[in-house]
């Protein structure tokens, strides 16, 4: 059997992205705010309905500049533990301290009121994780938020082109990572209504300059700029996406039409989604399954086992988090994208109810 990743990258057509690539090239401007990355920005508005689009060069700095630019002063910020180990890099390395509240043992998202239990004086803001693509109970936590005066912000790198996702809260934070089912190789967006917001995003997106052709900076300021090539991959892709959904929904369907057996849940989206995760949760855990699979050249994954909180340096605490601990002892992620078909995803079902069965 060929080897399966999780996250084998989606690419457009070979010719229109090198013909993207020539026409960067003869423009001879390959960075710093050009006209792909604006092209880029401005489908990306239209996809998701929003009104402003700052493409980054990372999912990581687009979750860094937002903490900057909603909350000035320093403090706690509440967000799951189980997520990528980056969402709570980002903050961390901004001076933010993570706090991690338990998830809802179903959706995998944050517990709205676990959330609020972890509030206290030093609380600035909360930092929601659309895992798998499932909005992070948005309404609930947006309620929470009022209430104590926070800011709210999620993390939306799972989740680009999920129902109902790219204006929640302050602003949302993609990646476009290459393991993402739509990629720039590397790269991200922060998508936000707020045009005050937006414009200081740019301007910490680019060393703090104004961008007002005065060359003087406003503050504080990073590079988090995405270059014109990655902008012209994304392009090229963008106009690929409902084909890479559409056979992510294929795959989707065909591994929850197999993999029926007592000891597998199949994690299902609420709304329309990219199913570009295919999680399974093993009852009494997902450890030797997973182990099985590698040695069938079939690379499922374990996210997020350890859980950020069990992890230096966020280990110190010895916070307790009993669902996200049980969840992320059962979670399997399996392969899917391009690169993976029908037949393929038949093939894996097979080899995991055989394990299940003892075989
Ligand atoms: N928030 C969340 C919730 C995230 O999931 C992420 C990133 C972020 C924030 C941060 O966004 P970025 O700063 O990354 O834009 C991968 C990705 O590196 C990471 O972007 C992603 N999440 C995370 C969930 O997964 P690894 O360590 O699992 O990647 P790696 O290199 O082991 O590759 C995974 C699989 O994909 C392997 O089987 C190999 C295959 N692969 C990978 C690459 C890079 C390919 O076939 N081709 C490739 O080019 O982190």
Not at 34 to 52: A, N, Q
């Amino acid at each position: 059997m060929k080897t399966l990743h999780v996250g084998r990258p989606n690419m457009a057509a070979q010719f229109s992205l090198l013909e993207a690539f020539e026409s960067v090239l003869a423009s001879q401007w390959l960075t710093n705010d050009g006209p792909w990355v604006r092209r880029l920005e401005g489908e990306i508005c239209d996809e998701l309905g929003v009104g402003y689009c700052v493409a980054v060069a990372n999912g990581t700095l687009g979750l860094e500049i937002a903490a900057r630019a909603l909350m000035p002063e320093l403090g706690e910020v509440i967000m799951p533990s189980f997520t990528f180990v980056a969402t709570a890099h980002a903050l961390a390395w901004q001076g933010y301290k993570p706090v991690f509240a338990d998830i809802n043992p179903k959706t995998h998202v944050l517990d709205p009121q676990d959330v609020e239990a972890k509030i206290t004086e030093r609380t600035v803001g909360i930092l929601g994780v659309h895992l798998w693509g499932t909005p992070c109970a948005p309404l609930a936590l947006s309620e929470v938020a009022e209430r104590y005066q926070l800011k709210l912000f999620f993390d939306a790198a799972h989740a680009f082109r999920c129902q109902g996702i790219g204006s929640l809260g302050e602003c949302e934070v993609f990646s476009f990572h290459a393991t993402k089912f739509f990629n720039t190789v590397e790269g991200g967006a922060v998508t936000t209504n707020d045009k005050v917001l937006a414009q200081k995003l740019r301007e910490l997106r680019n060393f703090g300059f104004r961008g007002d052709g005065t060359h003087k900076v406003s503050g504080l300021g990073i590079n988090a700029k995405m270059s014109e090539l990655h902008a012209a991959v994304g392009v090229t892709n963008l106009a690929q996406i409902d084909k890479f959904i559409q056979w992510n929904f294929g795959n989707y369907l065909c591994y929850r039409r197999r993999l029926i057996h007592p000891d597998i849940r199949v994690y299902e989206l609420p709304g329309l989604g990219n199913f570009q995760y295919i999680v399974i949760e093993i009852a009494g855990g997902a450890d030797a399954l997973a182990k099985a699979l590698q040695a069938e050249d079939v690379l499922a994954r374990r996210y997020f086992s350890p859980p950020c909180h069990a992890m230096p340096p966020y280990d110190q605490e010895g916070d307790a988090l009993p669902v996200t601990e049980a969840v992320a002892e059962r979670v399997l992620v399996l392969p899917t994208g391009m690169a993976v078909t029908q037949q393929d995803v038949s093939e894996v079902c097979r080899l995991i109810l055989r394990r299940l069965a003892g075989e």
